[in-house]
T-cell receptor, first 116, second 114 residues
């Protein structure tokens, strides 16, 4: 059972355009939703994250939009650049009673290519 | 500030051998997570540890796999009697805990079983 569904699998965007990646989750207990960026041969890097008490979070060119009722969240990359070409993963988890968080449940990833 | 460190970065084992993967969390972090990434797939949670405790091992295969995070030293993921299907990238992530949920990943160990 896949608890976090991510789309599209691959995406090609022209330089300067907006890249949009969508995720949907099933488990209503999730309360933390990060996005990771991964380059080939590297570990995932935390990009931006949101909690369900807000509907949007912006950091530089990256914005997360969150729709709690629809159980969906998305990543928008404004003014996309060739250096943004990477694989992007959405994820979800919930707080653990001991002060940490459960392991992340990841989407299957989106391979983003920004054409110059 | 050093990030999460993993070693070795690449590991080749023959079928039936043991693989030991090490992870040193970020300074001050006491929560460690292990994930596995198969080629062209997302990351799958394996195990969540705090110092000297396994908190959640629901993603760990029942046989041949074990993990520890001792009071001193790195966290270890151990795979006994490796098989070809164990070939994957294994990532460790660490978190501060104390209500902070962000997890920071290491560069991974790429295990190849021949």
């Amino acid at each position: 059972q896949q608890q976090v569904k991510q789309s599209p699998q691959s995406l090609i965007v022209q330089k300067g355009g907006i890249s949009i990646i969508n995720c949907a989750y099933e488990n209503t207990a999730f309360d933390y939703f990060p996005w990771y960026q991964q380059f080939p041969g590297k570990g995932p890097a935390l990009l931006i994250a949101i909690r369900p008490d807000v509907s949007e979070k912006k950091e530089g060119r990256f914005t997360i939009s969150f729709n709690k009722s629809a159980k969906q969240f998305s990543l928008h990359i404004m003014d996309s650049q060739p250096g943004d070409s990477a694989t992007y993963f959405c994820a979800a988890s919930k707080r653990y009673s001991g002060g940490g968080a459960d392991g992340l449940t990841f989407g299957k990833g989106t391979h983003l290519i920004i054409q110059p | 500030n050093a990030g999460v460190m993993q070693n070795p970065r690449h590991l080749v084992r023959r079928r039936g051998q043991e693989a030991r993967l090490r992870c040193s969390p970020m300074k001050g972090h006491s929560h460690v997570y292990w994930y596995r990434q198969l080629p062209e797939e997302g990351l799958k949670f394996m195990v969540y540890l705090q110092k000297e405790n396994i908190i959640d091992e629901s993603g760990m295969p029942k046989e041949r796999f074990s993990a520890e995070f001792p009071k001193e030293g790195p966290s270890i993921l151990r795979i006994q009697q490796v098989v070809r299907g164990d070939s994957a990238a294994y990532f460790c992530a660490s978190s501060l805990g104390q209500g902070v949920l962000e997890q920071y990943f290491g560069p991974g160990t790429r295990l190849t079983v021949t």
